[in-house]
């Protein structure tokens, strides 16, 4: 799935090159995760003022409303001038006088919603719920510590959850729990604030790091531009079942928590 790296990624690869482009049509395919909430005509003739980023959702400001784009399991978007005829999988075209936006998606968990504002209730269905942004400053330490406090399932399930912290998926969360020395299992609100204060900091380097390797490609993922991530090749434990820690050389182990696979090291994670 793609995480918040991922999304960040994609969102740089085009968000320049698009905005102040007149949107000239729509065209959908078959039906994704949630319906537009309009008729695609609604949306000709708006122009996008820019891309920002909640979480794992693109948002397209529009002229008159917005955009909220979700890549799902297995979503990517290209953007580009000149696009090859709809394939199956591609399930949004928008097209703008600057190219055409193209979701192409195989498993079609992905969404592309249209929404009168941020507060529509629309929106706030999608966003209302989600936690601070981990790359921006808002993300403090005392509230970060506050937050997991309230909190008693293991500290893997809080970060997957995105209620203290947004974006935090399955291969970041691991890595960060390595980098901070934490046990995935141990309970939230068990954890000393020290050791919060480390994972606060590795939250925030794993996911700067990823940004910089433009995300991870386990399968399919690529940016706007059709380029690869390469974060998974320096990843410290996820993916890396059986084979020895790069700190310590005791074999990574993997445990399933919450159905999704969890990776880490039993001599350095021991808290």
Not at 45 to 59: N, S
Not at 154 to 171: D, R
Not at 186 to 194: D, T
Request: with cysteine; proline share 6%; aromatic share 6%.
């Amino acid at each position: 799935m793609p995480e918040l790296p991922e999304v960040e990624v994609t969102r740089r690869s085009f968000a320049n090159r698009i905005t102040g482009a007149t949107i000239q049509g729509v065209r959908m395919g078959k039906p994704l995760r949630w319906p537009l909430q309009c008729e695609p005509a609604v949306l000709v003739g708006m122009r996008v003022r820019g891309v920002r980023r909640r979480g794992k959702y693109l948002l397209i400001d529009l002229s008159d409303g917005l955009l909220l784009v979700h890549l799902g399991m297995s979503g990517s978007v290209i953007f580009d001038r000149h696009l090859p005829p709809a394939g199956v999988h591609d399930h949004f075209d928008m097209v703008t006088d600057l190219g055409t936006l193209r979701l192409h998606d195989p498993r079609r968990f992905g969404a592309v919603v249209f929404a009168a504002g941020e507060s529509d209730p629309v929106a706030q269905k999608l966003l209302g719920h989600l936690g601070v942004e981990p790359l921006d400053d808002g993300f403090d330490p005392a509230a970060f510590l506050a937050g997991l406090r309230q909190r008693k399932a293991p500290i893997k399930q809080v970060l997957l959850a995105g209620e203290v912290v947004v974006g935090v998926g399955n291969i970041y969360a691991s890595e960060a729990l390595f980098l901070a020395g934490i046990r995935p299992t141990s309970p939230a609100n068990s954890i000393s604030k020290p050791r919060v204060a480390k994972l606060h900091a590795a939250v925030k380097d794993v996911l700067s790091r990823a940004v910089e390797k433009g995300g991870s490609t386990l399968r399919d993922f690529s940016n706007a531009n059709g380029e690869s991530g390469y974060f998974q090749l320096e990843a410290n434990v996820y993916g890396r079942e059986g084979a020895p820690c790069r700190v310590c050389a005791t074999p990574v182990r993997a445990i399933r928590q919450g159905q999704r696979s969890t990776y880490y090291c039993m001599v350095c994670q021991k808290r």
